[in-house]
């Protein structure tokens, strides 16, 4: 099957609905679920990017609105709403993808409700979550708080981080991943900020950058399912 994006409607419940984007490459192995930030939607170039990527690299992913987003509004949805968008992602790839494994996440935002909706209650059909730059605390006000319900996540957990990412503090990140155990992984990205770009100095463009980002991913993703 060739690389294709395919528009979808995804049903919370019975009177809302969110946009999605399924994207398959050839004989795709795993399917990712993947949720936007909380200030760019499914559409944004790196969001569309990535899914590229992915199929390259046999991951087919679900792209999908939260409802903020699909109506326009100006604010991040709240957890209860977020973690039902997430919910009905899941159960619309585990229909759109039968028989793949999943692994659930997102960017920023997207991750980490996520994470919260699997701490709550385990997302069907998903064996692992993967975070692309885990929010964990504001910027310029360093904080662990965020995380703690990921001591509740019961799955291996990938995060992707750049080194100079102002809304994780390096340090305070290898603490919680150091707590969660095995179950976690951190690929760091040097030199790369919240939106994976790199300074000029850094002698890599953004696409490297996309690339060494992606491979990590399909990297842990084979541990999971080999």
């Known amino acids: 099957m060739p690389d294709q994006v395919r528009r979808v409607r995804i049903a919370i419940d019975t009177s809302q609905a969110v946009s999605g984007l399924l994207q398959t490459g050839a004989a795709p192995r795993c399917g990712y679920v993947f949720a936007h930030g909380a200030g760019a939607g499914m559409e944004h170039p790196f969001m569309a990017t990535a899914a590229a990527q992915l199929a390259e690299r046999g991951i087919a992913s679900l792209r999908y609105q939260f409802p903020s987003m699909e109506n326009g509004s100006g604010r991040p949805d709240s957890p209860a709403v977020a973690h039902a968008a997430v919910r009905a992602a899941v159960d619309e790839a585990g229909r759109l993808l039968p028989g793949l494994p999943l692994i659930a996440g997102g960017k920023s935002f997207g991750g980490r409700m996520t994470s919260q909706a ?3 209650a385990a997302l069907p059909g ?20 965020r ?3 990921l001591s509740r996540v019961q799955l291996p957990m990938l995060f992707l981080q750049g080194t100079n990412d102002r809304l994780a503090d390096a340090s305070l990140l290898r603490q919680v991943i150091d707590g969660l ?12 900020d919240h939106s994976f770009h790199v300074p000029a100095r850094s002698g890599r463009t953004d696409q490297q950058v996309q ?14 399912i080999r």
């Not at 155990?181 to 790369?192: D, K, M, V, Y």
């Not at 060494?212 to 993703?221: C, M, S």
């Open 118 to 120: 699997q701490a709550d």
């Open 126 to 145: 998903v064996i692992g979550l993967a975070f692309v730059g885990f929010p964990l605390h504001p910027a310029g006000k360093p904080a662990t708080a």
């Open 147 to 149: 995380a703690d319900h």
């Open 181 to 192: 155990g095995r179950r976690a992984t951190l690929r760091a990205i040097e030199a790369a």
């Open 211 to 224: 690339s060494e980002l992606w491979d990590g991913f399909a990297a842990w993703v084979e541990s999971l």
